[in-house]
């Protein structure tokens, strides 16, 4: 199956800094899908984003669908310890019987207190 | 209290052995999906389930199996012939263009 691009793999930062990580993919998505896992535990959804363009805030969450519906990102401002995770984005093609998730490898993000 | 439910938490069977990871859901969605992972990779999808008594295989369905006999479930049975079958597997159901996960079963096989 395929995969997304996304970037980066992992981050270290200081709690209070702003993080940013993107997907990026060769092909068009109808929706992309934002999800936190932490360890041993379930995906659990952050944020969706069904049409092109869309900038959709959560919280400290912001995140965007790419013009090109090829890529996204998704932005956590002023980060606190429990930010602590593995981030994951997802692209979902969908029509006729066929809804299928392709997702990013994760982004590891640690916060330093 | 709506969600999904996957039991049990943790799993360890013999090597040979088919077992199966139990999957149910209170939040009326007709699709259903079993998504195996591995350290270092991305979600991989197993099979899946559009409605009752329909499921198609996903992108790495060999030495698996399922049934969806009933809308509120979707057992995974890992047979003798995955090789590879200790993961950690998640399976989620979608409404619209969303897709929700359960908690997860993490298989060891010893």
């Known amino acids: 199956g395929q995969q997304l691009n996304q970037s980066p793999q992992s981050m270290f930062i200081q709690e209070g800094e702003d993080v940013s990580m993107n997907c990026t993919s060769s092909s068009i998505f109808n929706t992309w899908l934002w999800y936190k896992q932490d360890p041993g535990e379930g995906p659990v959804l952050l944020i969706a984003?069904?049409?092109?363009?869309e900038l959709t805030s959560n919280g400290r969450l912001t995140a965007q669908f790419g013009i090109t519906r090829k890529d996204s990102f998704l932005n956590i401002s002023a980060s606190i310890p429990s930010d602590v995770g593995i981030y994951f984005c997802a692209g979902q093609t969908s029509g006729g019987s066929n809804y299928k998730l392709t997702f990013g490898k994760g982004t590891l993000l640690t916060v330093n207190p | 209290d709506g969600g999904i439910t996957q039991s049990p938490k943790y799993l360890f069977r013999k090597e040979g052995q088919n077992v199966t990871l139990s999957c149910e859901q209170n939040?009326?969605?007709?699709?259903m999906y079993w998504y195996r992972q591995d350290p270092g990779q991305g979600l991989r999808l197993i099979y899946y389930?559009?409605?009752?008594?329909?499921?198609q295989k996903g992108d790495i369905a060999e030495g698996y199996s399922v049934s969806r006999e009933k809308k509120e479930s979707f057992p995974l049975t890992v047979t003798s012939a995955q090789k590879n079958p200790t993961a950690f597997y998640l399976c989620?159901?979608?409404?619209?263009?969303?897709?929700?996960f359960g908690p997860g079963t993490r298989l060891t096989v010893l």
């Open positions: 389930s559009q409605i009752v008594n329909d499921f």
């Open positions: 989620a159901s979608r409404v619209t263009d969303t897709q929700y």
């Open positions: 984003l069904y049409k092109a363009g």
């Open positions: 939040l009326n969605h007709d699709a």
